[in-house]
């Protein structure tokens, strides 16, 4: 028996004793991670033969260290869960409850949240972001074009609202708190540093005061989430706050906490900010999604090594596509004129004029919806017939993508279930509750069928670099027979004539037409709930099946995330368009 003892003892120390550098790697927490950036070393120095041993091994020490000091994911997860659970309850407790917790209380929080943030912001600039080894990578995928561009409209149109905000809340100073009038001054700023900074900074991939750097991030992501939530109440609270249902139900519940009804503003023009401030909300509801995605993917990308020749830089082209955006620039403009109606109807009190405009409101979305399926699936048969290889690299941007429209589609799904049970369960009969009922329905596979086609669109390589990797392909093979250089020549001279001139594939423009069109139906399907429709509160059926107290819970949950669904979803059909 000793001498077996013996015997495995000698073994198991020649094994521990004889360690590889994964070995190392791999007995961190974050072993997978590093040894992907092992990886991404390897791959980045071999091109490089004059790079020399010793610079190899200070870069793999230097991983070797972060995986170390892995603790700042921790903390900056304890971080954001704290911060998003107080924001929660703050912004919870001043909706409902006008007595122990007002807006003042929850507008004090915020503010210390946005200063903190900037400030580490200011810090990042002058502190970090200057030094020579701070951002030694940067990740191509991370900000495009049309992200960015997006933050800064955005962002531009919430400056608006904060106006419309101060200019509102000094009518009411002389008998409401201070706090009101300096919220949305502070918020201004915070728009304008943090546009900036996300603008110049978001493809960084920070190698410099990691643990610092990864906390500041996740108070900037969580900082945007509160603000989100605090947009989100106020403007679900004042659509919820609905003329006459003919139900004897009190909605001041809801809005106690933002009217003060003994304080009259001091001149006349204050309904008029206050009434648009509601308009611009749907933006900086957007804009502080954008922002959250955009600090969600420069926290993933903190210490990461990325090979910058990896990204396919791709162009936005119109050409050959015709009847796509064509078709949906008639959809939005005839769903434009629908929802002005219904606007208008709606608010006359007039049940026979209610009943129409739901009738064309119930319509006019089943119309679409019905559209963009069958377009959908045309879509997704392109994809059979469509060989190009997927993706498998790894992209924190596009796997947040798909768990945001995943994710954001759930609010949709909720709400359409519970209308088709609420219909079904009560035996519902009249044309409004049929045409509810198929809109519900339809809307369930409108956004299976979606989701499907985007997450499969995103995971395509582009078609651009499927060819430049066939003439690549094609080139390696001409090089192992001499003579046929020249053959290689004319083809290569032919190849970029064909594809500069001749016009796309078939595949490649129905897929085009597609993504144009449902990009143009998820914009209008955007601005009708986000600009006030509701007929989920117009139409009595759910009401009377879940009371009026769930019911309004259940949309003013889910809503919200259908909302920010069609607007991300327009940003990832343009991503689609721009790969196809």
Not at 145 to 151: F, N, S
Not at 300 to 320: I, M, P, Q, Y
Request: charged share 15%; with cysteine; aromatic share 12%.
């Amino acid at each position: 028996m000793k001498t077996v003892a013996r015997q495995l003892f000698r073994t198991c120390n020649k094994l521990f004793t004889r360690k590889t550098l994964n070995d190392v790697v791999e007995t961190h927490s974050s072993n997978i991670e590093t040894a992907a950036q092992m990886d991404n070393i390897q791959h980045l120095t071999s091109p490089s033969r004059n790079t020399s041993v010793r610079d190899t091994n200070q870069h793999m020490d230097a991983v070797i260290e972060r995986a170390h000091h892995g603790g700042g994911w921790l903390l900056s997860g304890i971080i954001c869960i704290n911060i998003l659970i107080l924001g929660c309850a703050l912004v919870s407790g001043s909706a409902f409850n006008s007595v122990a917790i007002t807006a003042v209380h929850r507008q004090i929080f915020l503010i210390i949240l946005l200063l903190l943030t900037m400030l580490w912001m200011l810090f990042y600039k002058v502190f970090t972001s200057r030094k020579d080894e701070a951002v030694s990578f940067k990740d191509g995928h991370a900000g495009p074009a049309w992200l960015r561009a997006g933050l800064l409209l955005f962002g531009l149109l919430s400056l608006i609202m904060d106006i419309f905000k101060i200019a509102t809340a000094v009518g009411y100073l002389h008998c409401d708190s201070a706090v009101k009038v300096a919220f949305p001054v502070v918020q201004a700023v915070f728009l304008f540093v943090q546009t900036y900074f996300l603008w110049i900074h978001v493809k960084d991939c920070v190698q410099l005061h990691t643990n610092f750097t990864r906390c500041g991030l996740t108070l900037t992501l969580s900082t945007n989430l509160v603000v989100w939530m605090a947009a989100v109440t106020e403007e679900s609270l004042h659509q919820t706050d609905i003329p006459d249902l003919n139900f004897n139900v009190s909605q001041k519940m809801y809005r106690a906490s933002f009217v003060n009804k003994k304080c009259n503003c001091s001149y006349s023009a204050c309904n008029i900010f206050k009434e648009a401030t509601y308009y611009l909300y749907p933006f900086n509801i957007e804009y502080s999604l954008f922002a959250s995605a955009m600090a969600y993917v420069m926290w993933k990308n903190v210490g990461r090594l990325v090979d910058d020749h990896s990204h396919h830089r791709v162009k936005f082209h119109t050409k050959d596509v015709c009847s796509g955006p064509l078709t949906g620039v008639l959809l939005v403009v005839a769903g434009l004129a629908t929802f002005i109606v219904y606007e208008v109807d709606i608010q006359t009190g007039d049940m026979k004029k209610r009943d129409k405009a739901l009738l064309i409101h119930f319509i006019m979305n089943i119309v679409i919806v019905s559209m963009m399926s069958l377009s959908t699936v045309i879509g997704c048969i392109i994809y059979r017939l469509d060989h190009r290889e997927h993706v498998s690299e790894k992209n924190p941007t596009r796997s947040l993508d798909v768990g945001l429209l995943v994710g954001a589609s759930l609010g949709q799904f909720i709400i359409s279930y519970f209308t088709i049970v609420a219909v079904v369960a009560t035996k519902a009969r009249g044309y409004l509750n049929a045409l509810n009922l198929t809109w519900a329905l339809l809307t369930v596979l409108q956004l299976g069928l979606q989701n499907y086609f985007i997450i499969e669109g995103l995971h395509r390589e582009p078609f651009h670099v499927m060819q430049e990797a066939a003439l690549h392909t094609n080139a390696h093979a001409f090089q192992e027979h001499p003579e046929m250089i020249s053959v290689q020549e004319s083809h290569k001279s032919s190849y970029f004539l064909t594809s500069s001139h001749d016009k796309p594939s078939w595949k490649r423009r129905v897929l085009k037409e597609v993504c144009a069109f449902l990009l143009f139906a998820n914009i209008i399907l955007w601005i009708m709930p986000a600009f006030g429709a509701r007929p989920q509160f117009d139409h009595p059926i759910e009401i009377k099946f879940y009371n009026v107290s769930m019911w309004t819970a259940i949309v003013n949950i889910g809503l919200p995330f259908g909302i920010f669904y069609r607007m991300h979803s327009v940003a990832s059909l343009f991503e689609v368009y721009v790969i196809s």
